[in-house]
């Protein structure tokens, strides 16, 4: 476990620290035999030619010959190791990577929803497996080609000095035009498509009214945008790359032509002509590649410090001690809610308590707080102040891992994963066919599954079935309930249900009340009242009312009674030489303030 100011990314890369280095060891071969050919010029020059010598000349050629292959193979070992490193990071970082794209889109309420990190973390291992890394491994070795170059005559060396500093500067140039485009072109790339895939999402519904143009025309004027930053970028970028080419190309020409006057003077044999030529095109690639290669570069550490951000942000999630299993008491005291990204609260100093085995209906008018409340009890979206307990411990302090098979959730928009439809219910973990069928029966869902064409094993997805919108949520509901859970929250269960649907609803609950379960259930239908032992009756972020369910329609109904008989007596005039009437106490404001019946407390 990673110390709190090491996240996992830095920790994962350290502890490959050992492997990077061993690519180093085998980039000072690989350099030190890429002097080979230079001195294999200067044999030739010197000794072969003067002494005609071709057994001289096919030795020098066999051990020219095995001393590259030689750097070959450490070449080729060299990238393999780099591959290991990269499936390494993969394999260390992968899990804890796709845990916090969750808890990013999850803090977000599914506004970051994207696998951008894992994106991220996909290019970056792409980027330790490229050649341009291996540039920063070969710069170094520029001060060793530098010496030798000082060895075979001053002037050389000193060229060589003058060139890797032309070369430096325009890496430094390349980077102050280049970054800041290449950076806000990855970051409005990454933002067009976290809008493209919430687009796609909305299919139909763009589909049917007719928004396909506009949407396509807005984000085509963003991707005009990215293209105008990297065209930016790489304008700039590529003259720097045609000045650093053809520089190198001239150094290297001129480099002859100085060894061909040092040749005339007599200063250096004429195998050191060529060899210096070689040689310095040898010390400039690395520098070289590493501008060619910088688009790669910047876009790497953008990855990085994207990926460093979350990691950063998941490594403030602290261990969880594991607690006993809960029995399902629910207290929630002086609550306020904000949902994510948001100032405003929607929730307002919210307290009550709901003992375990009630089933709590929730209920009230639009906007009145309801699923925001749902979702800080399941311990969905944090209080700004306030806490939410479950068995007296804050649903925070739980490890979710361990809570969920306590737990069952239905929202409002049902989500069902690619996979069949036992594994849905048994929410992909170890399939437990017994436990499935009965919570199928329990949802009243177990004989539509069977008219299905391969039964629990109809594949739901893109490659499967299309389920309708009751079927959702009736296996949803199967899901939620799935394994006898402790605390089960259902926000609209009936909003796609027919009339079987509702009657299939109706016996889940009792048969949920026989077990002991706490059950929230948000609603707007009167026909689930029946079933509820409380009511908690919201209005504009607070609780109107909450208590015993009898007792709180009587009196929603009662304070509904005296509203219209307000309205039906109105104030009775007063006479003219009575002077004006004295002030009359305001009425007493109804106590939610949502209209209501008998029947239907404000649902």
Known sequence: ????????????????????????????????????????????????????????????????????????????????????????????????????????????????????????????????????????????????YTLVMFLFHPWFGYMT????????????????????????????????????????????????????????????????????????????????????????????????????????????????????????????????????????????????????KVMDDLNKEPERMPLPAPEGHIQVENLVVAPPGAKAPVIRNISFAAPAGSIVGIVGPSAAGKSTLVRAIMGIWPPQHGVVRLDGADIHSWDKHALGPYVGYLPQDIELFEGSISENIARFDKVDPDKVVQAAQMAGVHEMILMLSDGYDTVIGSDGVNLSGGQRQRIGLARAIYGNPRLIVLDEPNSNLDDVGERALGVALQKLKETGATVFIVSHRPNILSRLDRVLVMSAGTISLYGDRDRVIAELAAQQAKGQQRVSQPDAPQHPAAGPAAPKSAPPAPAAAVPVTTTSPGV
Request: glycine share 6%; proline share 2%; aromatic share 8%.
């Open 1 to 144: 476990m990673s110390s709190l100011s090491e996240n996992n990314l830095k920790a994962a890369l350290k502890a490959c620290k050992s492997s990077f280095l061993s690519v180093g060891f085998f980039s000072f071969f690989v350099n030190t035999l890429m002097l080979v050919p230079t001195f294999y010029m200067i044999q030739i020059s010197g000794r072969v030619v003067p002494s005609s010598s071709t057994s001289t000349l096919l030795m020098l050629t066999v051990i020219l010959t095995l001393l590259l292959a030689t750097m070959g193979s450490l070449e080729w070992v060299r990238s393999r190791v780099m591959v290991r490193i990269s499936n390494r990071l993969d394999v260390m970082l992968s899990r804890d990577v796709y845990r916090a794209s969750f808890k990013r889109a999850l803090n977000s309420g599914g506004g970051d929803a994207t696998a951008q990190s894992l994106n991220d973390l996909t290019a970056l291992r792409q980027f330790f497996t490229g050649n341009g890394l291996f540039a920063f491994f070969d710069a170094p070795w520029f001060p060793i």
């Open 161 to 308: 000095l003058a060139c890797g500093a032309v070369l430096t500067v325009l890496a430094f140039v390349n980077h102050r035009l280049t970054a800041n485009a290449l950076a806000n072109a990855n970051k409005e790339n990454v933002a067009s498509n976290m809008v493209t895939t919430k687009t796609l999402r909305n299919a139909e519904v763009i589909e049917s009214m007719g928004m396909l143009e506009t949407l396509m025309n807005r984000w085509a004027k963003r991707q005009r945008r990215i293209m105008l930053l990297q065209s930016e970028a790489s304008d700039k970028g590529g003259i720097v790359t045609t000045i650093s080419k053809t520089f190198r190309t001239w150094s290297q020409s001129i480099m002859l032509g100085i060894g061909a006057y040092l040749v005339i003077t007599h200063e250096i044999n004429p195998g050191l002509l060529m060899a210096g030529s070689l040689l310095l095109g040898r010390a400039l690639a690395p520098i070289d590649q590493m501008i060619g290669s910088w688009k790669g570069f910047v876009a790497a550490k953008v990855q990085y410090d994207r990926l460093s």
